[in-house]
């Protein structure tokens, strides 16, 4: 089955700053990787995804980035503010299997002022 | 659009005591629902796989017989933790998928935290 590496598992930026977490997949199949944000003791928020015909997508400050040759794909966060500062997922999913979502472990965001 | 409801949000049960939870899509027909658990400071681990009218798929590990899901209408899908133990105490999340090829993205529930004494 599929199998989802994220690094790093904390993240201490200034606000203001950029943010990079990253994420590797295993099943060449999958086709799907949407982003989440999730807050203490909330759902998780779609905040982005891309599909596998595309390499790159972008809303406002937030972008996505995904490599199929070598199965990673990357939330880039732009200009942070505090209300950034959340656990976010990334996740990965082969459409002709029902969407099932294999989630990676997690990236605690601190923005700092 | 694209609202999914849990119930309860919350539950406090007593040791060997049956707890359902419900999840429903409020404003699509959901022709598969998914069945996650989160424990404290950990990722989402997906359960089951419940598809309206047929029986659920179990995730390896997952004890079906412990975890009884029932997907009885394309809008309402029920998980039963039955002779909950302490160790079960966790925050179950459901998501609703549409069904469409066209469309990916899977609308979760807001979560059902269960503790059980």
């Known amino acids: 089955g599929e199998n989802v590496e994220q690094h790093p598992s904390t993240l201490s930026v200034q606000e203001g700053d950029s943010a990079v977490i990253k994420c590797t997949y295993s099943d060449s199949a999958s086709n799907y990787f949407p982003w989440y944000k999730q807050e203490l003791g909330k759902r998780p928020q779609l905040i982005i995804d891309?599909?596998?015909?595309?390499g790159e997508k972008k809303d406002q400050r937030i972008a996505v980035t995904l490599n199929k040759t070598a199965k990673h794909f990357s939330l880039h966060i732009t200009e942070t503010q505090p209300e950034d500062s959340a656990v976010y997922f990334c996740?990965?999913?082969?459409?002709?299997?029902?969407?099932?979502?294999?989630f990676g472990t997690g990236t605690r965001l601190q923005v700092t002022l | 659009g694209a609202v999914v409801s849990q119930h309860p949000s919350w539950v406090i049960c007593k040791s060997g005591t049956s707890v359902k939870i419900e999840c429903r899509s409020l404003?699509?027909?959901?022709?598969?629902m998914f069945w996650y658990r989160q424990f404290p400071k950990q990722s989402l681990m997906l359960m089951a796989t419940s598809n309206e009218g047929s029986k659920a798929t179990y995730e390896q590990g997952v004890e079906k017989d412990k975890f009884l899901i029932n997907h009885a209408s394309l809008t309402l899908s029920t998980l039963t933790v039955t002779s909950a133990h302490p160790e079960d105490s966790s925050f179950y999340i459901c998501?609703?998928?549409?069904?469409?090829?066209?469309?990916?993205?899977?609308?979760f529930g807001p979560g059902t935290r269960l503790t059980v004494l």
């Open positions: 998501s609703a998928h549409p069904g469409t090829s066209t469309h990916n993205e899977q609308f």
């Open positions: 996740a990965a999913s082969n459409t002709g299997t029902a969407s099932k979502l294999t």
């Open positions: 891309i599909r596998s015909n595309v």
């Open positions: 404003d699509f027909q959901a022709t598969t």
